[in-house]
């Protein structure tokens, strides 16, 4: 595999075309809007300097990392002559099934169709497809250029053969990747988003408040960051965009979001993204400051 293309610009798409650019891959990094397209460019360009500053890599690997990506924004256009897609638009269902309706027309008979959803099976995004055994699930971290985790997430139909290129695609991009079934949430949300709104429910049972929940987790179970800390750092949207696949595929209780999450997307507080969730990021983007509405 040389040519890796990837749609969508945010946060985890230009986080994957930083990764495999990195590697030495030619990356073809699709965005329909402009502007994403040009801010996901200037993130990877930022991110490089951060890691020549730390003198994790030098400016000739930085330069020749940037030199690897091509932007576009015509899908059709962008993923000519490309061996892998990996889709990494927005978590939205009809969103992900016309893109990958798209694909199934435009990439070649070969190329092997990737999704970075963390909660959508991969059997109904393949469904759309008229080669299903094609499509695969690829669930990078975030950040992506330092988590080393990368769920790959075998739908019914993907094939050994195409489940076996991915898992070594992802080991040269010094990544560990897990082998994992299509369920709603997989392995990794499946476990971390009922801990997030568990949290939630204990702030909004008057339990706790926001502070103190988060360092009972840090200090008494050694997490890096607090659940409510992580669930603004992840987007709120996010969080409960997934709640919601799992309490819909599984049609159990113990996945439905807690009603303040929900107020809380409603209202527009989505966390880091929006400027405040759980805390204030109005000053910092590092959560150290309570969001007004939870102080005693």
């Given at each position: ?48 300097d ?10 000739q ?38 893109i ?14 990737a ?7 991969i ?77 939630i ?34 987007g ?11 309490y ?49």
């Amino acid at each position: 595999m040389k040519h890796i293309a990837i749609i969508g610009a945010g946060t985890m798409g230009n986080g994957i075309a930083h990764t495999f650019a990195q590697n030495g891959f030619k990356v073809q990094l699709i965005d329909v809007n402009e502007g994403a397209l040009k801010k996901g460019l200037q993130t990877i360009a930022t991110n490089l300097d951060r890691m020549v500053a730390k003198e994790k890599i030098t400016e000739q690997q930085k330069t020749d990392t940037l030199n690897n990506i091509t932007p576009f924004t015509s899908i059709k256009d962008g993923v000519d002559h490309a061996d892998l897609v990996v889709e990494a638009a927005t978590e939205n269902l009809e969103l992900k099934l016309k893109i990958f309706k798209e694909l199934d027309l435009a990439c070649a008979d070969n190329a092997i169709l990737a999704t970075n959803t963390s909660s959508i099976s991969i059997t109904q995004i393949a469904a759309v497809t008229s080669k299903p055994e094609h499509v695969i699930g690829m669930h990078f971290m975030n950040p992506v250029p330092i988590m080393k985790l990368v769920e790959i997430i075998r739908g019914y139909n993907t094939s050994d053969e195409v489940t076996n290129t991915i898992m070594e695609l992802s080991k040269t991009l010094g990544k560990v990747p897990v082998e994992v079934n299509d369920y709603p949430g997989f392995v990794a949300n499946r476990i971390l988003m009922p801990m997030l709104n568990e949290s939630i429910e204990t702030l909004y049972n008057g339990v706790a408040g926001v502070h103190e929940i988060d360092t009972v987790m840090k200090l008494g179970m050694a997490h890096p960051m607090g659940p409510l800390q992580l669930a603004d750092f992840i987007g709120l949207d996010i969080c409960l965009s997934i709640l919601e696949v799992m309490y819909d595929g599984f049609k159990n209780p113990k996945y439905a979001p807690c009603p303040l999450l929900v107020n809380m997307v409603n209202a527009g507080k989505l966390g880091v993204k929006s400027g405040e969730g759980f805390y204030d990021y109005s000053e910092s983007r590092k959560a150290e400051k309570v969001a007004s509405q939870f102080l005693k």
